[in-house]
T-cell receptor, first 114, second 114 residues
Framework: AQSVTQPDIHITVSEGASLELRCNYSYGATPYLFWYVQSPGQGLQLLLKYFSGDTLVQGIKGFEAEFKRSQSSFNLRKPSVHWSDAAEYFCAVGAGQAGTALIFGKGTTLSVSS | EADIYQTPRYLVIGTGKKITLECSQTMGHDKMYWYQQDPGMELHLIHYSYGVNSTEKGDLSSESTVSRIRTEHFPLTLESARPSHTSQYLC?????????????FGSGTRLTVV
């Protein structure tokens, strides 16, 4: 069965420092992969997605993610974190027929220190 | 600007009451979803619909029910609320483009049953 693991429950990063959030998935074929961000009291906003092609994808707000098939990973990165990036981040996988509901990880909470 | 609307945003209700959480979207999406989100946990799919008069239960067992009489409207009903139903409920719809994975989420309804 498909699954998503986000190993880090909570990460604290200094403002201006780089960020990497980890995501590992389990799926037999090439998955559709997503990163979402959720600010307190809000719904989820799509940061970026990978379907096929270039394994390094660019998203909104300066985020990027790299798909590594050999490691079953799709880690999210940002070179310089801003205080406004503090939020919860969810990795998700879509598998099978397009439009099938997404499977989410448990999320990583990002805190940004000044 | 949100194209998918959930009301109410917050609801505190007594045990045994019947409640309906509203979800409407203006994008003409056929596919809509309800997810349940608890703190520190992944989002769990509880219901989905692939179009009018189509509803299915998701991976997480839920005592709620849904209906899809109109494309734009996908309400979720709890006939008799219990404290175990306390959670955040997120509604989403998906776009036929982008491989069917162009998910848009509402802002959520945070339900507390006392």
């Amino acid at each position: 069965a498909q699954s998503v693991t986000q190993p880090d429950i909570h990460i604290t990063v200094s403002e201006g420092a780089s960020l990497e959030l980890r995501c590992n998935y389990s799926y037999g074929a090439t998955p559709y992969l997503f990163w979402y961000v959720q600010s307190p009291g809000q719904g989820l906003q799509l940061l970026l997605k990978y379907f096929s092609g270039d394994t390094l994808v660019q998203g909104i707000k300066g985020f990027e993610a790299e798909f590594k098939r050999s490691q079953s990973s799709f880690n999210l990165r940002k070179p310089s974190v801003h205080w406004s990036d503090a939020a919860e981040y969810f990795c998700a996988v879509g598998a099978g027929q397009a439009g099938t509901a997404l499977i989410f990880g448990k999320g990583t909470t990002l805190s940004v220190s000044s | 600007e949100a194209d998918i609307y959930q009301t109410p945003r917050y609801l505190v209700i007594g045990t045994g009451k019947k409640i309906t959480l509203e979800c409407s979207q203006t994008m003409g999406h056929d596919k809509m979803y309800w997810y349940q989100q608890d703190p520190g946990m992944e989002l769990h799919l509880i219901h989905y619909s692939y179009g009018v008069n189509s509803t299915e239960k998701g991976d997480l067992s839920s005592e709620s029910t849904v209906s899809r009489i109109r494309t734009e409207h996908f309400p979720l009903t709890l006939e008799s609320a219990r404290p175990s139903h306390t959670s955040q409920y997120l509604c989403a719809s998906s776009d036929p483009s982008g491989g069917g994975y162009g998910y848009t989420f509402g802002s959520g309804t945070r339900l507390t049953v006392v």
